[in-house]
């Protein structure tokens, strides 16, 4: 399916692009929808097309050799993907991508996005803008997963989630431990670990946060 | 409140190994055996204590939950 000029122009990366720049895109583009569940990407293929969702959400994880998956982000609405492997000689994509609801993306194809980002500098310049922020994003997740115990990960992940209010979502243990890098029976003793220390309660569906100082001080305030 | 009505365990049927020790150990008989299958019986009774998920050997069950702070956790008392 192609795309109308409108199409490019409701994402908001591109809105503030020239009028001839979205037209390029629209030719370029195509609109792929994704059902949940959908596994459309496997780390190591071939880099086919860059991708930027226009609605619904997705996962990208990696997966280890003993299967575990550490999730690397979460793609939601604006955000895009494959654009570090459509620019690599290598060209293979890094992860795996699962839509995690009904999922509508945007599609270029790898070809078509380097000529896109060699002839429209307004192009190449919001991409590497967003390249600067997902490097940022990158730093952040690697001193996690390097300076911090999988105790200091799982405190700020609990005093991340707690205060978040907009986006209240229900884990379960195999979803945090996939996304802090561990296992599940990590994931289990340490929340006994907290509850025992009275750091936390479990009760009625939710884990209470009850001593914010304390988690604090686990997560090397 | 309310969002835990919302919650049930789920059970992975690939994981399951049958021991039975959800069942047996569930206090409010929210969790039956049919045969030798662990079934979310009486889904109404659940308190969400996360027993069966604590006591599952091969982490077949899974509940989830939500994570909240407490009104005055920044003082450390409850």
Redesign the interface.
């Given at each position: 399916m192609t795309v109308s000029i409108q199409t490019i122009y409701d994402l908001a990366i591109f809105k503030s692009l020239k009028p001839e720049s979205q037209e390029a895109l629209a030719k370029a583009s195509l609109v792929k929808e994704c059902s949940p569940n959908t596994i459309f990407q496997m780390q190591d293929e071939r880099c086919e097309f860059v991708g930027f969702v226009r609605s619904g959400s997705a996962v990208i994880f990696r997966l280890s050799a003993n299967g575990n998956e550490q999730i690397i982000s979460v793609l939601t609405p604006g955000m895009h993907f494959n654009t570090v492997p459509a620019l690599d000689a290598r060209n293979n994509v890094r992860a795996c991508i699962k839509a995690i609801s009904p999922l509508s993306l945007l599609v270029i194809p790898v070809g078509l996005f380097r000529t896109l980002l060699q002839s429209h500098a307004d192009i190449a310049y919001i991409i590497l803008t967003d390249f600067a922020k997902r490097l940022d994003h990158l730093v952040q997740l690697v001193d996690e997963l390097s300076l911090h115990s999988v105790r200091g990960r799982l405190a700020l992940f609990?005093l991340n989630?707690?205060?978040?209010k907009q986006h209240?979502?229900?884990?379960?243990?195999?979803e945090i431990a996939a996304h802090l890098g561990t296992v599940?029976?990590v994931i289990?003793r340490t929340l006994r670990a907290f509850i025992k220390a009275?750091l936390i309660?479990?009760?009625?569906?939710?884990?209470?946060?009850?001593?914010?100082?304390?988690l604090e001080e686990e997560a090397n305030f | 409140?309310d969002?835990?009505?919302?919650?049930l365990m789920?059970i992975n049927a690939s994981l399951c190994v049958h021991c039975g020790a959800c069942s047996y150990l569930c206090a409010t008989g929210t969790i039956a055996l049919k045969g030798t299958d662990p079934t979310v019986d009486k889904p109404e009774q659940c308190?969400?204590c996360?027993l069966c998920?604590?006591i599952c050997p091969t982490?077949a069950i899974?509940?989830?939950?939500?994570?909240?702070?407490?009104a005055n956790?920044?003082l450390?008392?409850?």
């Open positions: 609990l989630q707690a205060q978040e209240s979502k229900a884990w379960t243990q195999d599940r029976d289990g009275g309660e479990r009760k009625n569906g939710e884990i209470v946060v009850i001593n914010q100082k304390g | 409140m969002q835990s009505k919302k919650l789920k308190t969400n996360g998920e604590e982490g899974s509940l989830p939950f939500f994570i909240k702070l407490q956790a920044l450390g008392i409850s």
